[in-house]
Nanobody, 123 residues
Framework: QVQLVESGGGLVQAGGSLRLSCAAS????????MGWFRQAPGKEREFVAA????????YYADSMQGRFTISRDNAKNTVYLQMNSLKPEDTAVYYC????????????????WGQGTQVTVSS
């Protein structure tokens, strides 16, 4: 089992920034990659970004490219999501997730999930 705990959400004005963190514990040796999804009210959960833990290759949803940056600190088993130029439409619950293989990453099939952290962007 792997446990994922998110932090860093909150309320921010449009144009502002937030940094989310996700700390992994447990069987972290199983992890190939970690990333983020988000779910806005009334919408399906959507992929945001992911990063491989070994090579640091990063992947982004097109709408987040250029505004969001994902990074990792392997010594801390922690992944970060730096979000800049936030828009009201970025308001959502952001979930951290993990991937156990390259195939699962390509399929966006997460193995473990955090409980989510709320991000609210006011206009």
């Amino acid at each position: 089992q792997v446990q994922l705990v998110e932090s860093g959400g909150g309320l921010v004005q449009a144009g502002g920034s937030l940094r989310l963190s996700c700390a992994a514990s447990g069987r972290t040796f199983e992890l190939y990659a970690m990333g983020w999804f988000r779910q806005a009210p009334g919408k399906e959960r959507e992929f945001v970004a992911a990063i491989t833990l070994s090579g640091g290759s990063a992947y982004y949803a097109d709408s987040m490219q250029g505004r969001f940056t994902i990074s990792r600190d392997n010594a801390k088993n922690t992944v970060y999501l730096q979000m800049n130029s936030l828009k009201p439409e970025d308001t959502a619950v952001y979930y951290c997730n993990s991937y156990s293989s390259a195939w699962n990453l390509a399929a966006r099939r997460g193995a473990y999930w955090g409980q989510g952290t709320q991000v609210t962007v006011s206009s």
